[in-house]
């Protein structure tokens, strides 16, 4: 309940009772103190000094016996622990095991686009958080998304000023939902079947009518907007002649 009000002090008092608990260990101690770990970084982006919280949680997983923590969990409460650009993209990379809680996907790429924003490269926290709202809608969950999106507001990244309604024609559309996917002019055009220059004079289109400079911007300006920008008959890009027009 105080995770999904975004009470981070009074979820962290949770967690803190748990930790002085010395009774038996529940079976969910392990997922819990994982959840401890996206308390901590909440805190720490909120400007708490969270040094002896980390050390507090450290110190009761490494309580737990080796083979219960998972190697997985383990490098993942690290990261979140002590974040760090090889350590949070490796996280992120773990986090798409089965074995961990979906919500973990998102929430190291919160943390990593944090990182980013510090080191100023935008376009890179851009793409993350992309990746992360999509992440945090699919899984509907409210709280993380609106932290993605507030750490994308407070940052300053996409458009706050955007058309509703860009007016994009079925071709852009389907150019701006390739792009959202990462894709290149040219592996878009290997997709619809048109050429690369012919895809960059959509894509300056696109970013024209959504009012942002950056293929990463209009990203995370169709992410928020949700589907309606995208909505376009998908080419066919394989087992036939999926030929159209640009």
Known sequence: MEIARGDWL???????????????????????????????????????????????LDAAWQAIPEALRGDRWSRILEALLVPGASALDEAIVLSASDEVPAVFRVITRLERARMLVADGDRAAATATLVEAEVLAEGLAHVRLTADVQELAARAGLGGGDLPHDPDL????????????????????????????????????????????????EAAVAAARHGAGWTEAPRPRSSGGMGFSAP
Request: no cysteine.
């Open 169 to 216: 024609t079925g071709r852009e559309a389907q150019v701006l939902d390739l792009l959202i996917e990462g894709l290149s002019n040219r592996q878009i055009g290997e997709r619809l079947f048109i050429s690369a220059k012919t895809v960059s004079v959509h894509v300056s289109a696109i970013l024209r009518k959504l009012g942002v400079t950056t293929r990463t």
């Open 10 to 56: 009074a979820a962290w008092a949770i967690v803190q009772s748990m930790l002085d608990d010395d009774g038996p260990v529940l079976g969910n101690r392990r997922r819990v103190m994982l959840d401890a770990a996206w308390v901590i970084t909440a805190l720490r982006a909120s400007g708490v000094d969270v040094a002896a919280n980390v050390a507090a």
